[in-house]
T-cell receptor, first 113, second 116 residues
């Protein structure tokens, strides 16, 4: 089955720096990719959902990159601020029915003022 | 829309006792998932239901864990004879339709289980 490896498990950056998180997956049929954010004490919330057809996706203060050739999904938080401190999880799923998304183990990000 | 509701938020049990965790999915969502979250293992899949039917329980420890969804408005995760290694945050999530793998999972706040 699908395997998702997320790196790094912990990341500490200064305010204004970039924070880069990467997930590699194994199933070449994977088509839907998700990033979830979990703030301390809160539930996971969707940050962005991307489809296999789009390689670069921009959100507010972050960019999601998809490299299908290398089977790599990345989240780049540009100019991180302390409010970005949270755990981030990637998830991957294949098209079709009866799926269950496969999650990475998560990255705990701390942004220091 | 209150989101996915999990109760209790915290549960403390003694070793060997039973723990039942409750989840109320978002109304209209047909898929319900259970995950276990620990610092060491991250987010571990346990089981999921579609239209109340169990679809995949491959992540469930077979001997002491069981999950049910008796109606579309709630699901339970039962752990018998709890052990200290069961201590974790148990997350429930629901999704609009399992047959569309692009659908977002909506997570509850979780139940923190502590086994003493």
């Amino acid at each position: 089955g699908e395997q998702v490896e997320q790196r790094p498990p912990h990341l500490s950056v200064r305010e204004g720096d970039s924070a880069f998180i990467t997930c590699t997956y194994t199933d070449p049929n994977s088509y839907y990719f998700f990033w979830y954010k979990q703030e301390p004490g809160a539930s996971l919330q969707l940050l962005m959902k991307v489809f296999s057809s789009t390689e670069i996706n921009e959100g507010q203060g972050f960019t999601v990159l998809l490299n299908k050739k290398d089977k790599r999904l990345s989240l780049n938080l540009t100019a991180a601020h302390p409010g970005d401190s949270a755990a981030y999880f990637c998830a991957v799923s294949a098209p079709g029915g009866n799926y269950k998304p496969t999650f990475g183990k998560g990255t705990s990000l701390v942004v220091h003022p | 829309n209150a989101g996915v509701i999990q109760t209790p938020r915290h549960k403390v049990t003694g070793k060997g006792q039973e723990a039942t965790l409750w989840c109320e999915p978002i109304s209209g969502h047909s898929a319900v998932f259970w995950y276990r979250q620990t610092i060491v293992q991250g987010l571990e899949f346990l089981t999921y239901f579609r239209n109340q039917a169990p679809i995949d329980d491959s992540g469930m420890p077979k001997e002491r864990f069981s999950a049910q969804m008796p109606n579309q408005s709630h699901s339970t995760l039962k752990i018998q004879s709890t052990q200290p290694q069961d201590s974790a945050v148990y997350l429930c999530a629901s999704s609009l339709d399992l047959w569309h793998s692009q659908n977002t999972l909506y997570f509850g706040a979780g139940t923190r289980l502590s086994v003493l």
